[in-house]
DNA sequence: GTGAAAGCGCTAACAT
DNA sequence: ATGTTAGCGCTTTCAC
């Protein structure tokens, strides 16, 4: 199309190029790249005319320097392999659209090191803000947030201490509520299947909160099934056979999230056992996906696209004034019966 | 726990206050935590100690205005909302695991303003390297792309112009083969099921190849069916059914994703529709789900995560030379027949 | 409304 | 093996 001069600039243009390009000064140019300050519409023009021209793309590194502000919130989560924090993320960039911040993705793979490292990195950019999934970090890790003056949101979870601010839900309730529900519903001889994951703290205090509702009328978890690795849907499939061949007498399984829920649901319709009548079954997310299976799963959605818009309305909200002091905000699960529980 | 002084740094810490604590100039200091540069053991450990005790965290916007590098790649994306990019995502990471390279996401939404945007924001950072989805771009977004100077890798497509370096497959030959192995199966009225984006220029891309695959044999697409948002699960159901009640004779059912495709099979396993034999259904993307269903259904595997280990190894490898010269690697996507095509 | 000077926190290059 | 100097590209502050 256009004919330039054939360039050779390997070297980035600064704002000097545009300076010189449009005859006025840095300073007036910065001001104008900005929209700060007073400028002449002329001047204004001529200088986007030549900013445009020149292709000029600013220098964040050295605004940021300069200014000491970064328009960059660190968001730091243990994966993206299920539908949960990406559905977050979504929440955070929208609440983030128009305030000029900008998410940075961090993935920890649910380890502690890899947390510490991800968030050491992070905080190296100097974000102004923070927001990462849990409340359990290791002291290093503690101890850079603490230091860093920069807001943090802890999110997902509220169950304990937190650093700074909080948005989540109480996944010791969400389990007990669950157990409630399924011992209202008449049935005893309950198993719980999940992830083989010391570190997926969330699911360890739904199991917990799971089984303390169960004490409540009386009952134990009967038979226990653990997972790591491999399409969720498969392993729901696989578990849910395992666990019944050991305990054909269960008349319940609760998964400790929906994909493997969803798995042993088609793996009892295909095998005609009769649910919910004699088995009863529930997961937790309240994924999307649930809506098209043949039968909807019992599940407890988990609030997630809430959490990341009000988790980003604080880092937002608090702009520039450093840690104020905590916000803690608890969303309440709501419980989706479903088809898999009985009603009485 | 520990009992210091009760501090009110909100300043962050800098260099000279682990110099002034180790004794050491603020150069050493920098040696030291770079391990770059000849350092005595004993001032290494005094400086590290140091470090440690005051809780730095080094200012990599200072750091990297200087040195002129900047660790971060940017990843630009259509969306974090279905299973392909996440896949493509963790390709990336682990590649970049042990080059120093950090992964930054943006996510455009399939929206080419986004793009534009996304894209602007991420070059003023001054990346090592930019990975983006897809050929197609604003003229704009083409233009600071060329401009930047930086190693460019567009993923996914093959079928066009690249800017500099391009990993991924041909959807249009994709699509083309599949049609083949409908066609050789035996199908003769086919239709075809999809997503309506404008902007999703593979999608596209696989139904042309497809047309032009049906039109070798003398067939056309008998119906299409197009829908968005939502549940894509539940939306295959809604799709199969709406277009086999308009075209009841139709014989082959080719999806344009594996979430559509699975809610298809389901909606036809409910129906006690006779698959492969009186309907045959075929997917794209060979998502992990599948292994879960009931049947496999056929797909083609889009090389997701192959595909982004070597665009990552490609910005990795460009160690600092920019951009030296285009890479072109093209994939090949397998057929997996699964068990929703006849075998003949 | 516009410009000049100083400096953000670090590292390259050059001493020593 | 360690220190000194200059300056990365911008913005803040103050002068005009």
């Known amino acids: 199309m256009t004919h330039d001069p054939p360039q050779e600039p390997r070297r980035p243009l600064t704002l000097r190029d545009v300076s010189e390009a449009s005859g006025v000064s840095e300073m007036t140019v910065s001001r104008v790249l900005r929209n700060r300050g007073d400028v002449s519409p002329a001047t204004r023009e001529r200088v986007i005319r030549a900013a445009k021209r020149l292709g ?197 399984l609760y998964y400790s999230n929906d994909m493997i829920g969803a798995g042993g649901l088609l793996w009892c319709l295909d095998h005609g056992i009769d649910v919910p009548e004699s088995l009863g079954l529930a997961g937790f997310n309240g994924v999307e996906l649930l809506d098209g299976l043949p039968r909807r799963l019992a599940t407890m959605d988990a609030c997630r696209l809430e959490i990341g818009l009000k988790a980003a309305e604080i880092i937002a909200g608090k702009g520039g004034e450093g840690v104020v002091g905590g916000v803690r905000i608890e969303l309440t699960p709501r419980l989706e019966p479903g088809d898999t529980i009985r009603r009485r």
Chains 1, 2 share one sequence.
């Open 56 to 252: 000029y793309v600013p220098n964040k590194i050295a605004g940021a320097l300069a200014s000491q502000r970064v328009n960059l919130v660190a968001v730091i989560i243990p994966s993206l392999a299920n539908m949960v924090f990406p559905e977050v993320l979504t929440g955070i960039s929208r609440a983030l659209d128009d305030t000029g911040l900008q998410p940075v993705v961090g993935v920890t793979d649910y380890a502690p090191a890899r947390e510490e490292a991800v968030l050491y990195e992070m905080l190296s950019w100097r974000p102004s803000g923070v927001i990462l999934a849990g409340l359990e970090h290791s002291d290093a890790s503690r101890a850079m947030l603490e230091n860093s003056g920069i807001p943090v949101v802890e999110i997902m979870d509220v169950d304990g201490p937190a650093i700074d601010s909080v948005v989540g839900i109480s996944h010791r309730r969400a389990g007990r509520e669950m157990a409630r529900a399924i011992v209202a519903a008449g049935y005893r001889r309950i198993g719980f299947l999940g992830t083989k994951m010391p570190d997926d703290h969330r699911a360890r205090k739904r199991l917990e909160g799971f089984r303390d509702g169960l004490a409540e009328a009386g009952l134990e978890v009967v038979d226990t099934e653990f997972y790591s690795g491999g399409s969720a849907l498969l392993k729901g499939r696989e578990m849910t056979e395992a666990i019944l061949a050991r305990n054909a007498d269960l008349d319940f």
